[in-house]
C-alpha cells in the first residue's frame, strides 16, 4: 500500500523510503510482466519499463497505486491512493504536524499550500515527494 513499504519507514533516509516503494511496485510488475503491467494500469509503458530496471522517483503515486491494484494482494488504485492520504493523515494528526511544517522541514521545494494539495489528491504527488513527506511524519511520531 506503500505507507507499508518499510517496516520503519523513519529510520530510512528520502532515497531509501523512495526504494522501498519502488521495490513493492516492482513485484508487481515482475509477477505481471512490463508490457501487460502497462496495458492493464494504463501506466506509459516506457515508465514501467524504466521501473523494472531501476529508480524512477518522478512515477506518480497515482501511477503507483494502478501498478499495485493488478496483484491480488491489494485493492483497487482509488482504495490504495484514499488509504495512503488517510494514512498520512492521520500521521499528521498525531505528531500534531501541519502541512506548513511539513514543508520547511522536508528537502522539496514545495509550500505548505503545495503539499496540503498533494496530500488531499488536487495535484499529483510523486514517489520522491511521498517519500519525504511520509518520512517526515514518521520520524516526528517516532520522537
Do not use: C, F, K, W
Amino acid at each position: 500500500m506503500l505507507y507499508d513499504a518499510a517496516d520503519d519507514p523513519a529510520a530510512l533516509s528520502t532515497t531509501e523510503l523512495r526504494e522501498a516503494y519502488e521495490t513493492q511496485i516492482r513485484t508487481v510488475v515482475d509477477d505481471v510482466g512490463v508490457e501487460a503491467a502497462a496495458a492493464e494500469s494504463g501506466v506509459d509503458e516506457a515508465q514501467v519499463a524504466a521501473l523494472a530496471d531501476g529508480a524512477v522517483p518522478e512515477m506518480h503515486v497515482e501511477d503507483a497505486a494502478a501498478l499495485l491494484a493488478l496483484s491480488d494482494d491489494y485493492p483497487d488504485s482509488e482504495a490504495i491512493v484514499l488509504e495512503l492520504r488517510d494514512h498520512l493523515l492521520m500521521g499528521m494528526t498525531t505528531g500534531v504536524l501541519d502541512v506548513d511544517t511539513i514543508a520547511s522541514n522536508v528537502t522539496l521545494d514545495l509550500s505548505g499550500q503545495e503539499v496540503q494539495q498533494a496530500l488531499e489528491g488536487r495535484t499529483s504527488m510523486t514517489l520522491e515527494q511521498l517519500a519525504a513527506i511520509h518520512g517526515y511524519i514518521a520520524e516526528r511520531n517516532d520522537r
